[in-house]
């Protein structure tokens, strides 16, 4: 992808047959993967702020 500077798009037009498997995975997590990944984000961050918080408290005891 890099060295033929292909974005995501090409790659799937390149290999994924008209109405076929790939082309309807792929479906599935472009309608999906930004809920997903802001959940995924939202949650590790949260976590990243509870364990700094935990840490600070840690050290000052």
């Known amino acids: 992808m890099i060295e033929n500077n292909y974005s995501y798009q090409d790659v799937i037009t390149r290999v994924a047959t008209k109405g076929g498997i790939t082309e309807e995975g792929v479906k599935v997590i472009q309608e999906s993967f930004p809920q997903v990944s802001d959940a995924i984000?939202?949650?590790?961050?949260?976590?990243?702020?509870?364990?700094?918080?935990n840490s600070q408290k840690a050290f000052k005891e």
């Open 41 to 53: 984000f939202d949650k590790t961050l949260e976590k990243r702020r509870q364990t700094t918080l």
